[in-house]
């Protein structure tokens, strides 16, 4: 089951955050708090939003398998808003059973009933499953594009230049 996530998922989402940090080999990049997520989420400003999957525990409660976490973007040439898929995760014992894809088809869901033009994401280089995996549904790498990143002391250089 694919749901839009509640206030009282944010620690379990924090946690696979955290998982996901350590699958990509960064496990101490991760500096936000669950009270930042609880705030990008579900605050005031909240322009952040997160759906989880789910799937049936031994007792039958359910228990959480992955989240996908995504916000609105805007594309000048199309003139429409899309989807940039923040973080796609799903815990290592629950790959397989199709819960990431699922989180992507309610995603593109979205796109479609609101009529969104994209549905954008990152991928690692090294990450060969992820890459496969969305390669089989069709999606296409963005090979002459490179991510640029201005964070840290430089974004704060750059930040503090009056003119």
């Known amino acids: 089951m694919i749901r839009p996530a509640r206030p009282d998922d944010v620690p379990v989402i924090h946690r696979m955050i955290q998982e996901l ?9 991760v500096v936000a708090t669950e009270e930042d997520l609880r705030t990008a989420l ?16 031994a007792d039958g409660a359910p228990v959480p398998a992955g989240f996908a976490l995504w916000f609105r973007n805007y594309s000048t040439w199309t003139g429409r808003h899309g989807i940039y898929l ?23 869901r979205i ?4 009529g ?19 390669e ?10 490179t991510v640029r990143r201005l964070d840290g002391d430089a974004l704060t250089a750059l930040g503090s230049v009056k003119g």
Do not use: Q
Not at 45 to 54: L, Q
Not at 86 to 108: C, F, I, Q, S, T
Not at 111 to 114: A, D, G, L, N, S
Not at 127 to 133: D, K, Q, V
């Open 136 to 145: 089989s549904l069709g999606s296409t790498p963005m090979d002459e594009w």
């Open 42 to 57: 579900f605050g005031p400003d909240s322009s952040v939003y997160a759906h989880v999957a789910e799937h049936s525990g």
């Open 21 to 29: 940090a350590e699958y990509e080999k960064e496990p101490d990049a």
């Open 111 to 114: 796109c479609v009933e609101r």
């Open 116 to 134: 969104y033009t994209r549905l954008e994401w990152s991928v690692l280089d090294w990450n060969l499953p992820a890459i496969g995996f969305y």
């Open 86 to 108: 923040e973080d796609l995760y799903v815990r290592p014992d629950m790959r397989g059973h199709g819960y990431g894809l699922a989180l992507l088809k309610n995603l593109a």
